[in-house]
């Protein structure tokens, strides 16, 4: 069975960093494209970024509002997606889901999502 | 960026019903078009992938369809288990936008 289990939310002051973990299990980790997407408190989806495979090239791509901001990386020894997200923005506030691609890029498996409120 | 339209934003529909919410991208984006089912608390859940792939596990009643810039999901006989807010998604080009939702209410 796919699991994704994300942790690392929390509150965080505007200007300040975070660093979130999806650890993943119930599949070959290293074979597969990872994304995160976020849920604003509005309810509004938006993907974040994603991550192609390492023998892919570990290829990374995000939305223009993260760019420059935020980083994924993943380690496939320990089987941990990352997205480490700096200068935060109230308007980061959101939950943030971990997901997995198949082979035609839809977003088939998703974690339970972390909380992360940026606010002073 | 290719931006993606629902409608309606929300409806309220009986069980039983025959329901379909339609989706509308800014660009053509070929059958790159996915669905997913969220319900209060919970995470998305893939419906639909390439416009009319029925995900592993996912029942029949639930089909969709369309391709360029025009697509719909449809619900042949609405159930209880059915209520919950529908989120389109392209998966044409970054970023993979995805629709304001659609909340399918019980009337």
């Known amino acids: 069975e796919v699991q994704l289990v994300e942790s690392g939310g929390g509150l965080v002051k505007p200007g300040g960093s975070l660093r979130l973990s999806c650890a993943a299990s119930g599949f070959t980790f290293s074979n597969v494209w990872m994304s995160w997407v976020r849920q604003t408190p509005g309810k509004r989806l938006e993907w974040v970024g994603r991550i192609t495979t390492l023998t892919g090239g570990g290829t990374t791509d995000y939305a223009a509002p993260v760019k420059g901001r935020f980083i994924i990386s993943r380690d496939d020894s320990k089987n941990i997606l990352y997205l480490q997200m700096n200068s935060l923005k109230t308007e980061d506030t959101a939950v943030y889901f971990c997901?997995?691609?198949?082979?035609?890029?839809?977003?088939?498996?998703w974690g339970q999502g972390t909380m992360v409120t940026v606010s002073s | 960026d290719i931006q993606m339209t629902q409608s309606p934003s929300s409806l309220s529909a009986s069980v039983g019903d025959r329901v379909t919410i339609t989706c509308r991208a800014s660009?053509?984006?070929?059958?790159?078009l996915n669905w997913y089912q969220q319900k209060p608390g919970k995470a998305p859940k893939l419906l639909i992938y390439?416009?009319?792939s029925l995900q592993s596990g996912v029942p029949s009643r639930f089909s969709g369809s369309g391709s360029g810039t025009d697509f719909t999901l449809s619900i042949s006989s609405l159930q209880p288990a059915d209520f919950a807010t529908y989120y389109c998604?392209?998966?044409?080009?970054?970023?993979?936008?995805f629709g304001q939702g659609t909340k399918v209410e019980i009337k």
């Open positions: 390439t416009a009319s």
């Open positions: 660009q053509s984006i070929s059958t790159y």
């Open positions: 998604q392209q998966s044409y080009s970054n970023p993979y936008s």
């Open positions: 997901t997995t691609y198949n082979r035609y890029n839809a977003l088939d498996f």
